[in-house]
């Protein structure tokens, strides 16, 4: 079988493993063998397969510095990101096994005597899993726990990035207890996930990544069979700074929510919409943390900011940076690929900051997924809300403001599924539902309570025990007729 490598992108020369490039045949195998365990895990009772999701939380816990290394090794994520990557499906393990100790469905009065009304859920049966690498533990975990628990079987196609991350978390789960074919993991690039998405064994499709690859894996999906289809997909976040913020928190938050990961988060801050009056200040504070960063292997401590993913995402970055500056921006720092001592081959770009940048212009518009800030100077609050929503992405966004009214406003008219005030637009927490609107996705948000639903359908259940025929709607008053018999 052909094969390909997945490589340390700090060190190229690294190579983190071989995997093959399973093709539509294997997909075939992996769905049959992922149904096949599905039908017993099925039948074991909803708190059960918690426990099971929680000891897979406890394993994780325990080796969390293995995988943490993995993380910066394989996906080029500093340390403590790495770890935080880790301590997310650390934490979603025991957010999910809680889970199945709560309330499984609903309960509702019946507008007829002697009869009983309530929901469950049950199992979509094999989920297929399409996922990103920039989140390699993290995101199969959003999705790979709150399958379980709803006693589904999984195959996940990782990103070709971050097949040894994937590895590593189904060797938890299986460690844990989830039955050895219960999960199955295939590698490779579009091939198998293409496959995936079409296959009519599977019940529902999860994806994470692009739009443009979301796009396809959910019109391919939907043509061929009635399946749920999930797409959490790009964003293009942008930070509102107003004349009264606290510019110290706007520096850091600015600095974290742009550069951290190297900007390749999907909540990444990539526009800085700021009031003239402080536009000056902000820029040289935030220009001048930005060109101190250290950039450098992810793995030693001392790194602020590790590589982009690959070469080729280095060159993009960079060409999206040169069309702006064609379209009249300028760049305050940063701006281009740099070399950095010891990681030869590896693909740095330097911490961007572009000034001058226009609503229209492409880098206002498009994600750039990679560490560069985007300073578009916006005096009123509503045009700056316009801006903000003037994108086709609605992911994440920020206000920074110490006025509360302000706030608000920006609260209620921000058209994205996440908004942070006076934080960056980086930092979910797991208990509370994550995703966006417009083309960031499908109306679908993982985690919270909710993140169960695209892998289970609701089931509404009637047991009349009145022992005769009663119709809804038109039987209304039943207790009046038998008192008129
Ligand atoms: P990508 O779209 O290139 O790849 C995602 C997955 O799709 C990978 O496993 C890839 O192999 C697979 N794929 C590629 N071509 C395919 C095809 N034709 N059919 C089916 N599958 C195919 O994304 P990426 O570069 O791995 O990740 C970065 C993107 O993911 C960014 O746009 C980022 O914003 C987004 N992202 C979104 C979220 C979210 O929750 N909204 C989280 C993380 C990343």
């Not at 749920?228 to 520096?251: H, I, Q």
Request: overall charge negative.
């Amino acid at each position: 079988m052909t094969t390909f490598r997945s490589v340390n992108p700090a060190r190229p020369d690294d190579v983190v493993g071989e995997y093959p490039q399973h093709g539509a045949g294997d997909v075939d195998d992996a769905v049959a063998r992922a149904a096949a365990a599905q039908r017993d895990w099925a039948r074991r009772p909803v708190p059960a397969r918690a426990d099971v999701i929680a000891g897979a939380g406890g394993i994780i816990a325990r080796d969390k510095d293995r995988f943490g290394d993995l993380v910066a090794r394989e996906a080029g994520k500093i340390l403590v990101e790495a770890g935080g990557d880790v301590q997310e499906a650390v934490d979603m393990a025991y957010f999910v096994a809680g889970q199945g100790r709560s309330a499984w469905g609903e309960t509702v009065p019946s507008e007829l005597g002697d009869k009983l009304c309530w929901t469950t859920r049950q199992p979509v049966g094999v989920v297929g899993m399409i996922t990103p690498w920039n989140f390699p533990i993290a995101i199969p975990s959003w999705k790979i726990f709150p399958a379980l628990l709803a006693g589904n079987g999984v195959v996940i196609k990782p990103s070709e990035h971050a097949p040894a991350c994937c590895e590593l978390f189904a060797a938890a789960c299986v460690e844990a207890g989830v039955p050895a074919d219960l999960i199955q993991v295939v590698h490779g690039f579009a091939e198998p996930a293409a496959a995936l998405a079409v296959h009519p064994g599977v019940g529902a499709v999860s994806f994470t990544g692009s739009v443009p690859t979301g796009r396809k894996v959910a019109a391919a999906a939907m043509e061929t069979g009635p399946r749920v289809v999930s797409l959490e997909l790009g964003g293009k976040n942008a930070m509102v700074v107003r004349p009264d913020a606290d510019l110290d928190l706007a520096v850091d938050g600015a600095v974290f929510g742009a550069f951290g990961t190297s900007g390749q988060r999907c909540t990444s801050t990539s526009r800085l919409i700021v009031h003239p009056d402080v536009a000056g200040e902000l820029v040289d504070r935030i220009v001048k943390r930005a060109s101190e960063l250290r950039l450098g292997d992810p793995r030693d401590q001392g790194t602020d900011v590790g590589p982009v993913i690959t070469g080729s995402s280095s060159e993009r970055i960079g060409a999206m940076v040169a069309a702006a500056v064609d379209e009249g921006a300028t760049v305050a720092t940063g701006g281009g690929p740099v070399e950095v001592e010891g990681c030869a081959g590896a693909a740095f770009f330097a911490p961007t900051v572009l000034t001058g940048v226009r609503p229209e212009h492409r880098i206002a518009r498009e994600e750039v997924f990679g560490p560069v800030l985007a300073v578009l100077e916006v005096a009123g609050l509503d045009e700056a809300l316009e801006v903000v929503n003037s994108v086709e992405y609605g992911l994440s966004a920020a206000v920074y403001t110490r006025d509360i009214s302000a706030a608000l406003r920006a609260v209620d008219a921000i058209d994205t599924g996440i908004v942070y005030v006076n934080a960056p637009t980086i930092g979910a927490e797991i208990p509370l539902p994550f995703g966006g609107t417009k083309h960031t996705g499908n109306g679908f948000r993982e985690a919270g309570t909710r993140g169960i639903e695209q892998f289970s359908q609701p089931k509404t259940v009637y047991v009349d025990y009145s022992g005769r025929l009663q119709k809804a709607q038109i039987d209304t008053h039943p207790l009046r007729e038998d008192e008129s018999a």
